[in-house]
C-alpha cells in the first residue's frame, strides 16, 4: 500500500499534475498505524512513539506549513529516539548523536527567533546529517562489516538504511530550503522519506531478542 502511494505521489510531483500532500501525509500516517501494532516490546514502543511524532511533525510541517518551531521540536525528539535506539540495542551509553540533535534544535530556534524560518529549517536538516549517515552506517554495519554479520542481522539493517534515507531526505530538505537544485530536492525529499519510515517500522523487534547481538 505504501509503495502505490509513493508511487502516486511522486508521479504528482514530478509532473506536477496536483497537489499530492494528502496522499503523503496518509503514507506517513500509514507507517505509524503499522508501528502501533508492534508494540509488544520496548522496542517496537520506540519506534511506534517515534512514528507518532513524525505524524505530528508533519501535521505542522507539511499539512499546515506553519509553526516550524513544533515541527522541528518534534523532529528532534524522533531522532534522539531512533539515537537511544541504536545506542540501546549496540550496548553503548548514549552518544554524542543526541548532543548533535539538541544542538541543532538550539540553532534553529536562535535563527528562527529573528524571523529566517527557512534558514532555521535548513540548519536543522544539516545539523542531523552527519549523525544520520554515521548512524545509517553502523546500523548497517553493526559488526566487523563482513557479510555474513550483516546478512543475519536484517532488523538491524532495516533501521540502518532507513536512517540512510533519512540522511538523504535531509539532505534535499536543507538543499531546498536554501533554494539549491530545487527542481530535483523539491521531488527528492519524498523520494527518500517515505522508504525511510517504511524501513524503520520494518526494523521493529517483535520478539523480545530478534535485535539482540547475543542472539542474532
Same mark, same amino acid.
Given at each position: 500500500?505504501?509503495?502505490?502511494?509513493?508511487?502516486?505521489?511522486?508521479?504528482?510531483?514530478?509532473?506536477?499534475?496536483?497537489?499530492?500532500?494528502?496522499?503523503?501525509?496518509?503514507?506517513?500516517?500509514?507507517?505509524?498505524?503499522?508501528?502501533?501494532?508492534?508494540?509488544?516490546?520496548?522496542?517496537?514502543?520506540?519506534?511506534?512513539?517515534?512514528?507518532?511524532?513524525?505524524?505530528?511533525?508533519?501535521?505542522?510541517?507539511?499539512?499546515?506549513?506553519?509553526?516550524?518551531?513544533?515541527?522541528?521540536?518534534?523532529?528532534?525528539?524522533?531522532?534522539?529516539?531512533?539515537?537511544?535506539?541504536?545506542?540501546?540495542?549496540?550496548?553503548?551509553?548514549?552518544?554524542?548523536?543526541?548532543?548533535?540533535?539538541?544542538?541543532?534544535?538550539?540553532?534553529?530556534?536562535?535563527?528562527?527567533?529573528?524571523?529566517?524560518?527557512?534558514?532555521?529549517?535548513?540548519?536543522?536538516?544539516?545539523?542531523?546529517?552527519?549523525?544520520?549517515?554515521?548512524?545509517?552506517?553502523?546500523?548497517?554495519?553493526?559488526?566487523?562489516?563482513?557479510?555474513?554479520?550483516?546478512?543475519?542481522?536484517?532488523?538491524?539493517? /532495516?533501521? &540502518?538504511?532507513? %536512517? #540512510?534515507?533519512?540522511?538523504?531526505?535531509? *539532505?534535499? +530538505?536543507?538543499?531546498?530550503? =536554501?533554494?539549491?537544485?530545487?527542481?530535483?530536492? /523539491?521531488? &527528492?525529499?519524498? %523520494? #527518500?522519506?517515505?522508504?525511510?519510515?517504511? *524501513?524503520? +517500522?520494518?526494523?521493529?523487534? =517483535?520478539?523480545?531478542?530478534?535485535?539482540?547481538?547475543?542472539?542474532?
Amino acid at each position: 500500500m505504501a509503495g502505490v502511494l509513493w508511487a502516486i505521489f511522486l508521479i504528482l510531483d514530478i509532473f506536477q499534475l496536483g497537489d499530492s500532500t494528502w496522499i503523503k501525509f496518509f503514507s506517513i500516517c500509514l507507517c505509524c498505524l503499522t508501528a502501533l501494532f508492534g508494540t509488544h516490546t520496548v522496542d517496537g514502543k520506540l519506534v511506534a512513539a517515534a512514528l507518532c511524532l513524525t505524524v505530528g511533525a508533519d501535521w505542522f510541517l507539511l499539512v499546515r506549513d506553519d509553526h516550524y518551531l513544533w515541527g522541528i521540536g518534534l523532529f528532534t525528539v524522533v531522532q534522539l529516539i531512533y539515537a537511544y535506539r541504536l545506542c540501546l540495542h549496540r550496548d553503548k551509553l548514549i552518544s554524542w548523536h543526541i548532543f548533535v540533535r539538541l544542538l541543532a534544535l538550539g540553532a534553529a530556534i536562535l535563527i528562527a527567533c529573528r524571523g529566517d524560518w527557512i534558514k532555521a529549517f535548513a540548519v536543522f536538516c544539516f545539523a542531523n546529517l552527519s549523525a544520520n549517515v554515521h548512524e545509517g552506517y553502523t546500523g548497517v554495519y553493526p559488526g566487523s562489516g563482513d557479510s555474513l554479520t550483516i546478512l543475519t542481522r536484517p532488523l538491524r539493517n /532495516r533501521f &540502518g538504511w532507513g %536512517l #540512510f534515507l533519512f540522511f538523504w531526505c535531509d *539532505l534535499c +530538505v536543507g538543499l531546498y530550503n =536554501l533554494g539549491i537544485f530545487t527542481s530535483f530536492t /523539491r521531488v &527528492g525529499m519524498w %523520494l #527518500f522519506y517515505l522508504p525511510s519510515q517504511v *524501513l524503520i +517500522v520494518l526494523s521493529q523487534e =517483535l520478539e523480545k531478542g530478534d535485535m539482540d547481538e547475543k542472539t542474532i
